[in-house]
């Protein structure tokens, strides 16, 4: 039987966390409307705490746990914006944290993490390396996991983005949210078609290294490469006993769009120099696939820009691209 998080279980993340993350503003894309012929909403998560929305979740697990839990330590592996997300909430609760790391994440993202208290590890060079440490520090030393994507407590914290997209814009027909282990995606769809059941969900990611489209097109979780991309905070594995996120994808998405890099870098450089949003790779795909030509809508859609926290290097480079077309 299919697990599956409900609008139930979303509703009352809402409650819990409410007050302690952002309402993120949906804000209608005049560019982007014209260039699709329909209308294109942002949902700007580049401006929640910690850059990105995996606030959301973080916040609802760890509000979740008991104090003495919390007082165990607490342990996770990430790409990067669970693990500032983790280290931020822990922080606000009075609880240590240390987050696993590969050496693929960027450095930005290490000493943003770094900053805010927590005890960094850096570990291999995927994030299945990674939580190698977590599983050696949760059996060894008694740490508390708060898992990345495939919780419960997570996946509703995430899908809470979907209910404000709901109560903003009822008439929503489309949502593109980007896709790596599914937490987002997953929690969003669930919310989305818990309220407007006629809306599609499509999961965005980038060609090489996304593990939840390759597992959805075998059918079953499967393992891939991970391999450097402009979409860094979408790579990863989504674990071979993945319990929750598999399924629920696998039953609420209606789609998956898999994009270059050359594509990506179009969706960092639109939001910089048309939008005036700062977007890492991962918040701008659904940008990408709208610039790409790769959407169907027949009406009002809604881009989840799941996170800023780009490398300023890395984003210069990108934005300074005179030779690149931009939409207008």
Partial sequence: MTMMVTLEDIEAARQRIGGHVVRTPLRHSQALSRCADIPVYLKLENRQQTGSFKF???????????????SRGLVTASTGNHGRAVAHAAGTMGARATVCLSALVPANKVEAIRSLGADVRIVGRSQDDAMLEVERLVREEGMCFV????????????GTLGLEVADDLPETALVLAPLSGGGLASGVAAAI???LPAARIVGVSMECGAAMAASLAAGRPTDVQEVETLAD????????DNR??????????????????????????????????TVEGAGAVGIAALLAGKIVSDGPTVIVV?????DPA??????????????S
Avoid: W, Y
């Fill in 314 to 327: 890395v984003h210069r480079a990108i934005v300074d691209d005179r030779d690149a077309g931009v939409a």
């Fill in 147 to 158: 898992p990345p994507f495939d919780d419960a407590a997570v996946i509703a914290g995430q």
């Fill in 193 to 195: 078609k818990g309220r």
């Fill in 244 to 277: 929750l996120t598999f399924p629920m994808c696998r039953a609420l998405l209606d789609g998956v769009i898999l994009l270059s890099e050359e594509e990506i870098a179009a969706g960092i450089r639109h939001a910089a120099r048309i939008e005036g949003e």
């Fill in 233 to 240: 905070s979408l790579g990863g594995g989504i674990g071979l």
């Fill in 56 to 70: 959301r979740g973080a916040t609802n697990a760890l509000r979740c746990l008991d104090g003495r839990a919390r």
């Fill in 306 to 310: 799941s996170g800023g926290n780009i």
